[in-house]
């Protein structure tokens, strides 16, 4: 990623990752000026949170009393739909409305998508500078597949700075819309005339993760066909058709033209979409959901941890030892080792 | 798999699986008839594990004492190099020289080439009968790939049942041979001429795990050739070269002959490795380095059941919440979660 157009940077100026990691890091000071939209305070927070720092479990307790009021807005859809050119036509209708915004836009690892990803990056340039809005751009890595392990904390450091709306951004490869439908409160899937979308996300399951349908290039060839594609089938039913559920509706957008693009009407689907949440109670719902789901990811990750810990240790390899001589099964053994734990 | 040939069925006249599982088992009394060769013993022992019945542990414990005596031998190919044909042609030898052998088939679950196997099976049916042998097919199922979870259980039912030597022996597909590897004193690899499996087990890593490569269907044109480029790879390097280390030797069988078959070689070299087993301490190295991580596997799933008895309940759902309201973060929630199990 480059450094033009991003207001909160990489912390690039410094030092290396590791020396930076080990250094003494003051969490109060830092979360305090994040709180004041201080933008290095937010870009050395996510910083600490991407490299798993040790100051981790201090920055995540600094910032829980103040979050939980940022609207999280997931994006996203296949390479070329153009998901950079709507992220940005959405945050500068959002600076327009005076929202806070921030951005994290989590690359997939991929090596050759990489020169596009870093070309659409710079396109957002036109925010730099802009104090109202943090963008970050974070590596996908780990387990997760689209998303990175980081990205909840991450969201959380841009939730205590004040941002009234978090937009991720990824591209829509396998897992990642599902894990973006896990986080966002309300997720948009952007599709294009022509590219057969309508039919990849009848097959990916994205019916079922899609709260609304962006048909965005729609002034091309085919936008009307790929509207009905995706109206057809919604038809078809799953859960939108039950009643009391969400029925997510499709607009339209020509997010690269600078004015009557149709982002407007995303924005205010987007609104009656944060009502239904709320009146419906699903919004704490998949809060609560979401919040379960990291919290026993940690726990399990822990687990790990601490087994990582014996593997090899003295104590394993004694009662490996016992299993071997018959004087113990591995199942009580295994009770022992947990019970080291 | 069906009933010829088989000396330990898979207990198929008693109720079904669910209900027998639930049965009362009186395990001592079944360790016991196991100990003095009773083949429904050692048949319901093995069903008792591959079930994961709530016995397990008892079983486990009852059988503990009395293992470690028996010699693993690991077995594995790519399909049609005669891996059921050497498996006949080794219990014949063994038998004749008065060793008790038990077997493990570990078929893969895959469905389109389970009637192949079946065909295969069919010709173990001159040991029918035999009670110095017992031979079981046990499902590969779990997360493991190629082989069940339950086969170290399966194979100490076996040792207690007073097999002198355990033939495991499995289809030699992806991650199996190196599973097999892990559970085997010395493991076998068939190749056969002309099936370009030289050139597979190169990419495979299959050169780090055989400890004898047996070139079967040695009468058939291209057997010089298999055999050159098997001692062409091995003169490329990997562990075999250095000092102290096993030299995998290469035989060659025609296991399907009744006489002359080359079986008495592998015989043989699997004496050899034996006594280098034990003489450089790498037997008893591998048999520790398999208990703990049986132990380890057992431990994580134990933790893992742990945390599913958590997933939904009221616990996680309070802890849930409390992040979302921003009381606590999910770190100090995943540690009261922790603490709970």
Request: aromatic letters at 2%.
């Amino acid at each position: 990623m480059t450094s033009d157009g991003i207001a909160v940077q990489p912390d690039a100026s410094a030092a290396p990752r590791g020396r930076r990691s080990r250094r003494a890091v003051d969490v109060p000071t830092l979360v305090a000026g994040a709180r004041k939209g201080d933008a290095r305070s937010v870009a050395r927070l996510i910083s600490l949170v991407e490299d798993a720092s040790p100051a981790l479990r201090e920055v995540a307790a600094a910032l829980a009393p103040h979050t939980g009021q940022a609207q999280v807005i997931g994006l996203t859809g296949s390479p070329g739909v153009g998901k950079s050119t709507s992220t940005t036509a959405l945050v500068r209708a959002l600076r327009q409305a005076g929202k806070r915004v921030g951005v994290l836009a989590v690359d997939p690892s991929s090596p050759f998508s990489g020169g596009a990803l870093l070309g659409d990056r710079v396109r957002m340039q036109d925010h730099a500078g802009d104090s109202g809005v943090f963008i970050r751009s974070m590596a996908s890595r780990g387990h997760l597949g689209g998303l990175s392990w980081a990205t909840p904390q991450a969201l959380r450091v841009l939730d205590a700075a004040g941002c009234d709306v978090v937009l991720i951004e990824t591209v829509g490869v396998g897992q990642s819309e599902l894990e973006i439908a896990s986080l966002a409160d309300t997720t948009l899937v952007l599709v294009a005339p022509g590219m057969g979308d309508g039919i990849q996300a009848a097959k990916a399951g994205i019916l079922e993760v899609a709260d609304v349908f962006v048909v965005n290039k729609a002034d091309r060839d085919g936008a009307d066909q790929t509207v009905r594609d995706l109206r057809y089938m919604l038809s078809l039913g799953g859960r939108h058709s039950e009643a009391g559920h969400w029925r997510p509706p499709i607009c339209r957008t020509v997010a690269a033209r600078d004015a009557d693009n149709g982002v407007e009407e995303v924005l205010a689907k987007i609104e009656e979409h944060r009502q239904w949440l709320e009146a419906s109670g699903e919004g704490h719902r998949r809060r609560s959901e979401r919040a379960a789901r990291e919290i026993e990811a940690i726990a399990l990750a822990t687990l790990r941890g601490r087994m990582g810990d014996v593997r090899g240790s003295a104590a394993l390899g004694a009662l490996a030892d016992e299993v071997v001589g018959g004087s113990t099964d591995p199942y009580r053994a295994a009770d022992e080792l947990l019970g080291q734990l």
